[in-house]
């Protein structure tokens, strides 16, 4: 199936009905009263986040979805049918936002959330309301409310709590297969991965994670060169990004400056995004000699100038792997007790704040 991550759709909920004005004739009754009835309510249009999912690619071609309109009411006290909402099923990571004021609506992080993206019209009232002791053949009735109308931008992104970062061929995917579960394309020529992977590391029997893989990014990305920016945004909601460096680039390149180049692009992309913590690992170990890899890191640290953790591995034979999925699992589970903690205090505060509040009052 051919990854789908971003899609622009149109969406409209059904009008209400109109109301009826209609009056009862009927054999026998001298006097016959007002008997129209009201309107059905428009349909309207859901969304619903489904685990099942992992691509947009069923708004890529499908762009309008339109809800149907409410019946008009009848005589003889019929009210009409109400129109049939419709559900729009996506990807759990899907961010929805109005596409004409920009304004991010929608954030479907659970599988089962729901969120109705367009209400309905409500139904027109028949004359049948609007009969009193002075106004006895009522004439008046209502309109249909029309439904709402929307041009919403759907963008998934990808639910993950490390992202691996880093230039093409640099051994990302070879990194993930090694680690997880996930079995992506791996090949000796540039842009292997063209889509995200994601990949659950289990580390201990009760612990994992879940690590995401995007295509490379090069020197340039912002201007478009390569794949461009695009697939970073799947990196927003991890908690540590693994930035993966090539100990031996071809073509006798050079490490720190790939690895200053590839700083760069994720800063003029997103300053948060670049702010997140960002480790450096070093790839491919295994091609330099034992009593050379102490030199070559030391070396490397020195010119890089970083305060992140520096690790050296070998994603083909593994070495190193182990040592480095732990550390990532410790920082994980130190960063959700800190953030337990952070909320647990806010709940704290807040139940605090509304007692002094009612004292004070």
């Not at 292997?192 to 295509?215: C, W």
Request: hydrophobic letters at 35%; a positive charge; one cysteine or more.
């Amino acid at each position: 199936m051919k990854f789908i991550d971003e899609a622009t759709i149109d969406i409209a909920a059904g009008d209400g009905g109109n109301g009826c004005a209609s009056f009862r004739r009927e054999k026998f009754i001298p006097k016959g009263g007002p008997d129209g009835g009201d309107g059905g309510r428009g349909g309207s249009v859901w969304v619903a986040a489904d685990r099942n999912i992992n691509t947009l690619i069923d708004f890529r071609y499908a762009r309008r979805f339109y809800a149907k309109k409410g019946e008009n009411g009848r005589g003889s006290d019929c009210y009409g049918a109400g129109g049939e909402d419709i559900d729009l099923r996506v990807p759990v990571g899907t961010v929805i936002t109005d596409a004409d004021t920009g304004e991010k609506l929608f954030d479907m992080i659970a599988h089962g959330q729901r969120s109705l993206l367009a209400q309905g019209g409500r139904g027109g009232i028949g004359n049948l309301h609007f009969k009193s002791s002075i106004n006895r053949t009522p004439r008046q009735f209502t309109k249909g409310e029309p439904g709402q109308r929307r041009k919403l931008t759907l963008e998934l992104r990808v639910l993950a709590d490390v992202g691996l970062l880093g230039l093409p061929n640099a051994g990302k995917s070879t990194l993930i297969r090694a680690v997880s579960n996930a079995r992506p394309k791996v090949a000796d020529y540039p842009f292997t991965t063209l889509h995200p992977h994601l990949g659950v590391v289990r580390v201990g029997p009760e612990q994992s994670f879940v690590i995401a893989d995007i295509p490379g990014l090069i020197e340039g990305a912002a201007e478009g060169a390569g794949l461009g920016h695009q697939f970073l945004r799947h990196l927003s909601r991890t908690d540590l990004l693994l930035h993966l460096i090539d100990c031996l680039p071809p073509d006798e390149g050079d490490p720190v400056r790939d690895a200053k180049a590839i700083v760069a692009e994720l800063r003029k992309y997103d300053d948060k995004l670049y702010r997140k913590p960002r480790w450096i690992v070093l790839n491919k170990i295994d091609l330099v000699p034992a009593d050379e890899r102490e030199v070559l890191l030391a070396e490397f640290r020195r010119r890089l100038r970083t305060k992140s953790p520096v690790f050296s591995v070998s994603a083909a034979t593994g070495d190193g792997c182990r040592e480095l999925m732990s550390a990532v699992a410790r920082f994980l589970v130190a960063k959700r007790a800190d953030s337990k903690e952070e909320s647990d205090a806010d709940k704290r505060f807040g139940a605090e704040h509304a007692e002094d509040t009612q004292s004070g009052a």
